[in-house]
């Protein structure tokens, strides 16, 4: 059982930091890798971090240098590091894991203000 629950999102000046976090249920978190992705008003859902049960980190490229992805394993929670925001990064942000990678959290809203 992996659930998903985001929590951290919020309004924010630009050039400040957010961490958001993803809470999942049960005791499997630690087998499965855990995504991070976002989607603006009129744009695709796109990727922005991954981190697998091992510790291995992925970014899309609109966010290296800025956000860090971590997990907590024995507290079955996952964590995005968000640094140097700037406006685009403005979007509801989700989190994603599973035995098939199959289960979203339903999303926390950031803001960047200009």
């Known amino acids: 059982q992996v659930p998903l629950v985001e929590s951290g999102g919020g309004l924010v000046q630009a050039g400040g930091s957010l961490r958001l976090s993803c809470a999942a249920s049960?005791?499997?978190?630690?087998?499965?890798?855990l995504g991070w992705y976002r989607q603006a008003p009129g744009k695709q859902r796109e990727f922005v971090a991954s981190?697998?049960?091992?510790?291995?980190?992925n970014y899309g490229d609109s966010v290296k240098g800025r956000f860090a992805i971590d997990r907590d394993n024995a507290k079955n929670t996952g964590y995005l590091q968000m640094n140097s925001l700037k406006p685009e990064d403005t979007a509801v942000y989700y989190c994603?894991?599973?035995?098939?990678?199959?289960?979203w959290g339903q999303g926390t809203q950031v803001t960047v203000s200009s």
């Open positions: 981190i697998s049960p091992s510790g291995a980190t």
């Open positions: 049960g005791s499997t978190f630690s087998l499965y890798t």
């Open positions: 994603r894991s599973g035995p098939a990678y199959n289960y």
